[in-house]
């Protein structure tokens, strides 16, 4: 089972002022999670908007973390605050004292849950407040099958823009497939890469923290390139380090047909699949032609085409039956 709850807070209220962009970014979230690329059922998801007490956004967030189930996912997006003491998740019931829900008992809950994977996302500022270690925080320990992606350090404070937060509006174009790996999935580190590149020098600094054995997929959407044709690979390269002998016949323009100048031998349909195939896997950086500027003049000139380390990579996953 895959659950997730998306918290989002706009409403608050006396010295806290209210944010324009948090229901925004929680709407955005619950429809990007809600199903693959695929349209197949992805996360089951409650929606907790305007939440006004602190005590009814920890009931949530530990029915979240409840159970034995493969992924709970946590997103947060509202005030956040930091004092000597802790870092606090905000509610409008607030008070001088009493800040929020303290990230010490976020990751109390988080430590004692049987939840395979958990996976804590937060939009406020001093998000890194949560899994840091030292300091003005007692909420450091990060238990196997956790992951915290934050869209600020301790010390820094998440940014709205137009309506949204602009860590959140990268995550959703993350999730939306800007972060898939070439099989299609969306894991944390993904997520991370690509919302880091995405910022530039002026912005607050995401946090990734993690202690996980393995990645677990958020999303899936429809690859580039087809896995089967990944996978034909190991078919095309014996061992990683062949070169794949192409001619003429591999080039579907090279045909009597073709009102231009062609040579022998010609087109051949199932010389031309494979160079088709082949230039789906150079599309995506595994595979590149060899003394020769492109796949066409490797294949009008007899040349060859090769593997590059990222196809290696991936030619190893598909010899170990991994993909």
Same mark, same amino acid.
């Given at each position: 089972?895959?659950?997730?709850?998306?918290?989002?807070?706009?409403?608050?209220?006396?010295? =806290?002022? $209210?944010?324009?962009?948090?229901?925004?970014?929680?709407?955005?979230?619950?429809?990007?999670?809600? @199903?693959?690329?695929?349209?197949?059922?992805?996360?089951?998801?409650?929606?907790?908007?305007?939440?006004?007490?602190?005590?009814?956004?920890?009931?949530?967030?530990?029915? =979240?973390?409840?159970?034995?189930?493969?992924?709970?996912?946590?997103?947060?997006? !509202?005030? *956040?605050?930091?004092?000597?003491?802790?870092?606090?998740?905000?509610?409008?019931?607030?008070?001088?004292?009493?800040?929020?829900?303290?990230?010490?008992?976020?990751?109390?809950?988080?430590?004692?849950?049987?939840?395979?994977?958990?996976?804590?996302?937060?939009?406020?500022?001093?998000?890194? @407040?949560?899994?840091?270690?030292?300091?003005?925080?007692?909420?450091?320990?990060?238990?196997? *099958?956790?992951?915290?992606?934050?869209?600020?350090?301790?010390? !820094?404070?998440?940014?709205?823009?137009?309506?949204?937060?602009?860590?959140?509006?990268?995550?959703?174009?993350?999730? #939306?497939?800007?972060?898939?790996?070439?099989? !299609?999935?969306?894991?944390?580190?993904?997520?991370?890469?690509?919302?880091?590149?995405?910022?530039?020098?002026?912005? $607050?600094?995401?946090?990734?923290?993690?202690?996980? #054995?393995?990645?677990?997929?958020?999303?899936?959407?429809?690859? #580039?390139?087809?896995?089967?044709?990944?996978?034909?690979?190991?078919?095309?390269?014996?061992?990683?380090?062949?070169?794949?002998?192409?001619?003429?016949?591999?080039?579907?323009?090279?045909?009597?047909?073709?009102?231009?100048?062609?040579?022998?031998?010609?087109?051949?349909?199932?010389?031309?699949?494979?160079?088709?195939?082949?230039?789906?896997?150079?599309?995506?950086? =595994?595979?590149?032609?060899?003394?020769?500027?492109?796949?066409?003049?490797?294949?009008? #000139?007899?040349?060859?085409?090769?593997?590059?380390?990222?196809?290696?990579?991936?030619?190893? =996953?598909?010899?170990?039956?991994?993909?």
């Amino acid at each position: 089972m895959r659950k997730a709850l998306i918290v989002g807070i706009n409403d608050y209220r006396g010295t =806290l002022s $209210p944010l324009k962009g948090c229901l925004n970014d929680a709407s955005a979230m619950h429809t990007v999670l809600e @199903t693959n690329g695929d349209n197949s059922p992805n996360f089951s998801i409650v929606d907790l908007h305007n939440v006004l007490k602190k005590a009814d956004l920890k009931k949530a967030i530990v029915q =979240l973390f409840s159970g034995s189930d493969d992924v709970a996912l946590l997103y947060y997006s !509202g005030h *956040g605050f930091v004092n000597d003491i802790n870092g606090y998740l905000v509610t409008p019931d607030a008070c001088s004292y009493d800040e929020g829900l303290p990230m010490s008992e976020l990751m109390n809950i988080v430590r004692k849950s049987k939840v395979r994977n958990k996976i804590i996302i937060l939009d406020c500022c001093h998000s890194g @407040t949560l899994g840091s270690t030292g300091g003005t925080t007692s909420c450091s320990e990060i238990v196997l *099958g956790t992951t915290i992606l934050t869209a600020s350090t301790a010390e !820094g404070c998440s940014i709205e823009i137009d309506g949204h937060g602009v860590f959140t509006n990268l995550l959703v174009q993350a999730l #939306q497939g800007g972060a898939a790996d070439f099989t !299609g999935n969306i894991t944390p580190g993904g997520i991370y890469a690509f919302v880091d590149q995405s910022l530039g020098p002026w912005y $607050p600094r995401p946090m990734f923290k993690t202690n996980v #054995q393995e990645f677990v997929s958020l999303r899936k959407v429809t690859p #580039q390139v087809p896995i089967d044709v990944i996978r034909l690979l190991t078919t095309f390269f014996e061992k990683p380090d062949d070169l794949f002998p192409l001619d003429p016949s591999f080039e579907d323009t090279n045909s009597p047909e073709e009102k231009h100048e062609v040579i022998q031998p010609y087109a051949n349909p199932s010389n031309v699949a494979i160079l088709k195939s082949l230039q789906k896997l150079q599309s995506i950086g =595994l595979v590149v032609p060899f003394d020769a500027p492109y796949m066409y003049f490797a294949a009008m #000139q007899s040349k060859s085409c090769r593997l590059t380390p990222l196809g290696i990579h991936y030619w190893n =996953l598909v010899k170990e039956k991994r993909i």
